[in-house]
């Protein structure tokens, strides 16, 4: 139904506005009221949570007291246990690995060490040594002439010297040995034979000492840990042979370090220490 | 004293033959070639500066006369072809000749015939003034050029 009177429709339309905009206000304040109780609610529960975090602080607190305490226990334990009977493995001695084995694993890596020529190097380095020692004999007959020259030839004397300053600044290059890759081949293949044996006899008694239970010496527990670390017991071996083989090979004897002081100049004992540095801090942490 | 320098020098060049000896005996292969091509590296700077010496004595006295010939004779041009643009090679050439003067022979192994040259090339300039004007610096110049090259390399 329309209404005629357009007033009177106005002022319909202005009361159905104004009690919409009265059912607005209202949504309003119901809206304000539920936000409030719910900030109430979520307040309470982070004192809440806050009072537990507190809590579970001193737990931790006292927690990390106690096992502070049983570290120091254990320290005392393992000093009595090193003081008492208990029998200790030795890995400081190696009667069974003899002089001409080590002199033999030195060798070889000294031959791995040393720079070896290919054949086309040596080609040029022969040509540079004919080249040089050519020079040479030029320079000396240069140097012969001026033993002769007359005071005012200048020229020739210029020329001369100039002759004879081509060699001296020069060096003659080393000559590469015919027989020098041989002998480092085979001092190389030795070499790994006894690196091989020798790291047979020293895993052995390690396994030993694991299967017996015995005390592993000071230098040994403060580079490998106390044990294998689980589940990798094969690599632990691995890197406790090569320390103790380190050892042997570059007579360290130090009681407290396994290493020894760390070598100044590089080389297979550099690359090796750093090696063995990095293993073994990664088993001390597993 | 002329006889000393030439004296000192054949000693020099005995000293030298001697030393040459031992290295050819040695040859380049042996392990003592470096150390006595050295030695023989310093007989041979001795020769060469005995060589020097003989040159200095040599020509010590020609160089200061050329010198003094240089001086009187850029006094002469200045007076009889007054010019200023023949100043300059005038002066220039005074100067290398006061150089000279005071020291004929300088100290490096090639230098007293450099200076020879050098002092020449002055005079020659001089003498040339009156008919290039300033274009006879060029020649001074060229000299100096050269004596620095043969001292200083």
Same mark, same amino acid.
């Given at each position: 139904m329309k209404n005629i009177d357009p007033v009177k429709a106005l002022d319909d339309k202005v009361e159905r506005l104004k009690k919409d905009l009265k059912q607005l206000g209202d949504r309003i304040d119901n809206t304000q009221t539920d936000a409030a109780q719910q900030q109430l609610s979520t307040t309470n529960q982070i004192r809440d949570t806050t009072r537990k975090i507190a809590k579970t602080n001193e737990r931790v607190t006292e927690l990390a007291d106690s096992v502070h305490r049983l570290e120091r226990l254990l320290v005392a334990l393992n000093r009595k246990v090193r003081a008492g009977e208990t029998q200790k493995a030795d890995f400081?001695?190696? @009667?069974?690995?003899e002089r001409s084995l080590i002199a033999k694993i030195l060798a070889g890596q000294e031959a791995y060490a040393r720079k070896t020529f290919t054949p086309q190097e040596a080609k040029n380095t022969r040509k540079a040594i004919a080249e040089y020692d050519r020079a040479a004999h030029e320079a000396i007959d240069a140097a012969e002439a001026l033993t002769t020259l @007359?005071?005012?030839a200048e020229a020739l004397w210029r020329k001369k010297y100039k002759q004879w300053r081509t060699v001296t600044g020069k060096h003659r290059p080393e000559a590469p040995d015919e027989n020098e890759h041989a002998k480092d081949t085979a001092a190389k293949s030795a070499g790994n034979e006894a690196v091989a044996q020798a790291r047979e006899l020293i895993r052995t008694r390690i396994e030993g000492a694991v299967a017996q239970d015995l005390l592993f010496p000071a230098w040994f527990e403060n580079m490998l840990g106390p044990a294998a670390p689980p589940g990798k017991a094969d690599d632990w071996l691995y890197t406790a042979t090569d320390v103790v083989l380190y050892r042997v090979l570059h007579d360290v004897t130090s009681p407290a370090s396994a290493l020894g002081s760390p070598p100044q100049e590089q080389g297979h004992r550099r690359t090796l220490h750093d090696r063995l540095i990095v293993e073994c801090a990664d088993y001390r942490k597993a | 004293m002329a006889a000393e320098p030439f004296a000192r020098l054949a000693d020099r060049q005995h000293a030298l033959r001697t030393a040459l000896r031992a290295l050819q005996a040695a040859g380049?292969?042996?392990?003592?070639f470096p150390a006595l091509l050295a030695d023989t590296d310093k007989e041979v700077e001795a020769v060469l500066h005995a060589r020097r010496d003989v040159e200095a004595a040599r020509l010590t006295v020609p160089n200061r006369a050329i010198a003094a010939g240089t001086a009187v004779a850029a006094l002469v041009v200045v007076i009889g072809w007054f010019d200023g643009w023949s100043l300059l090679s005038v002066l220039l050439a005074v100067a290398v000749a006061a150089a000279v003067l005071v020291d004929p022979v300088g100290r490096n192994i090639w230098e007293p015939r450099a200076r020879t040259g050098a002092i020449v090339a002055a005079l020659l300039a001089v003498l040339l003034t009156p008919l290039a004007h300033g274009w006879a610096a060029l020649a001074v110049v060229a000299g100096v050029a050269w004596w620095a090259w043969r001292t200083l390399r």
């Open positions: 400081d001695t190696w @009667p069974e690995i @007359p005071p005012n | 380049p292969g042996s392990p003592e």
